[in-house]
C-alpha cells in the first residue's frame, strides 16, 4: 500500500493537528448553540469515513449523525463523473429547525456538495454549513460555498486518509499521490 504513493503529501500528524483546529472553529462559530439544540453531522460516505471518526471527536456538542452516500468517480477513473448520485435512503435523521455540517473528504467539481446542500436546504434547517478536509486549488471548488477547509491541495488525484482509488488505499492513514505505474496497472487490469 504505502509502497504505492509517489510521494506524501500529508503525514497523520499534519492531518490531525489540522483537525483539532477545525473543530476548535466549529466551536467557536456554534457558540450560542445551546446544549439541548446539538448540531447534526452530515458525512458523506465513503471518502469521509476516517475523517468524520477524527472530526466528530473534536466537537464536545450534542452530535448526531445522518450518513448519506453519495458518488462520482466510478472505478479506476480519477476524474468526476459530474453526476452525482444519492444513495435511496437519505437523511435518515431529522433536519428541520437543526444545525447542520456537512462533511466530506475533498471538494473538486462541487457537484457534491452543492447537490447534498440543496437536499438540505430544502428540509428548513436552522442553519447549513460544510467542512472539508482537502480542496483542490481549481476554481469550481474555490467556488463552491464552504465555511471550512482543511487544506488547499494542488490539482492532482489523492489517496488514503478515507480517500480511495479503485476503492482500494482508503485505510492509509496518510494521504499521498499515487505512482503512475500503478494506476496504469490498475487501468490495465480493469480493462482485460
Ligand atoms: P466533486 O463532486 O466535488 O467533484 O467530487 C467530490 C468527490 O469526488 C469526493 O467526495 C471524492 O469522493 C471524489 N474525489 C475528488 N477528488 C478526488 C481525489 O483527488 N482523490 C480521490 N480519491 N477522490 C476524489
Ligand atoms: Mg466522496
Do not use: W
Given at each position: 500500500m504505502r509502497q504505492d504513493l509517489e510521494r506524501v503529501l500529508l503525514t497523520r500528524d499534519e492531518i490531525a493537528a489540522r483537525i483539532e483546529e477545525l473543530g476548535r472553529s466549529i466551536v467557536k462559530d456554534l457558540g450560542s448553540v445551546s446544549e439541548s439544540d446539538g448540531i447534526v453531522l452530515v458525512p458523506i460516505m465513503t471518502g469521509s469515513i476516517t475523517f468524520i471518526a477524527d472530526l466528530m471527536r473534536q466537537l464536545p456538542l450534542r452530535v448526531r449523525i445522518g450518513l448519506i452516500t453519495a458518488s462520482s468517480y466510478a472505478g479506476?477513473?480519477?476524474?468526476?463523473?459530474?453526476?452525482v448520485v444519492l444513495s435511496d435512503?437519505?437523511?435518515?435523521?431529522?433536519?428541520?429547525?437543526r444545525h447542520v455540517l456537512i462533511v466530506d473528504d475533498i471538494l473538486d467539481s462541487g457537484g457534491t456538495i452543492r447537490r447534498v446542500r440543496a437536499e438540505i436546504e430544502a428540509r428548513s434547517p436552522r442553519s447549513v454549513r460544510t467542512c472539508v478536509l482537502l480542496r483542490k486549488k481549481i476554481t469550481s471548488a474555490l467556488e463552491t460555498?464552504?465555511?471550512?477547509?482543511?487544506f488547499d491541495i494542488e490539482n492532482e488525484f489523492v489517496v488514503g486518509y478515507g480517500l480511495d482509488f479503485d476503492d482500494y488505499y482508503?485505510?492509509?492513514p496518510d494521504i499521498g499521490v499515487l505512482r503512475s505505474d500503478v494506476v496504469e496497472a490498475a487501468r490495465a487490469s480493469a480493462d482485460e
Amino acid at each position: 500500500m504505502r509502497q504505492d504513493l509517489e510521494r506524501v503529501l500529508l503525514t497523520r500528524d499534519e492531518i490531525a493537528a489540522r483537525i483539532e483546529e477545525l473543530g476548535r472553529s466549529i466551536v467557536k462559530d456554534l457558540g450560542s448553540v445551546s446544549e439541548s439544540d446539538g448540531i447534526v453531522l452530515v458525512p458523506i460516505m465513503t471518502g469521509s469515513i476516517t475523517f468524520i471518526a477524527d472530526l466528530m471527536r473534536q466537537l464536545p456538542l450534542r452530535v448526531r449523525i445522518g450518513l448519506i452516500t453519495a458518488s462520482s468517480y466510478a472505478g479506476t477513473s480519477m476524474e468526476s463523473s459530474g453526476d452525482v448520485v444519492l444513495s435511496d435512503a437519505q437523511f435518515p435523521v431529522e433536519l428541520e429547525g437543526r444545525h447542520v455540517l456537512i462533511v466530506d473528504d475533498i471538494l473538486d467539481s462541487g457537484g457534491t456538495i452543492r447537490r447534498v446542500r440543496a437536499e438540505i436546504e430544502a428540509r428548513s434547517p436552522r442553519s447549513v454549513r460544510t467542512c472539508v478536509l482537502l480542496r483542490k486549488k481549481i476554481t469550481s471548488a474555490l467556488e463552491t460555498p464552504c465555511e471550512y477547509v482543511g487544506f488547499d491541495i494542488e490539482n492532482e488525484f489523492v489517496v488514503g486518509y478515507g480517500l480511495d482509488f479503485d476503492d482500494y488505499y482508503r485505510n492509509l492513514p496518510d494521504i499521498g499521490v499515487l505512482r503512475s505505474d500503478v494506476v496504469e496497472a490498475a487501468r490495465a487490469s480493469a480493462d482485460e
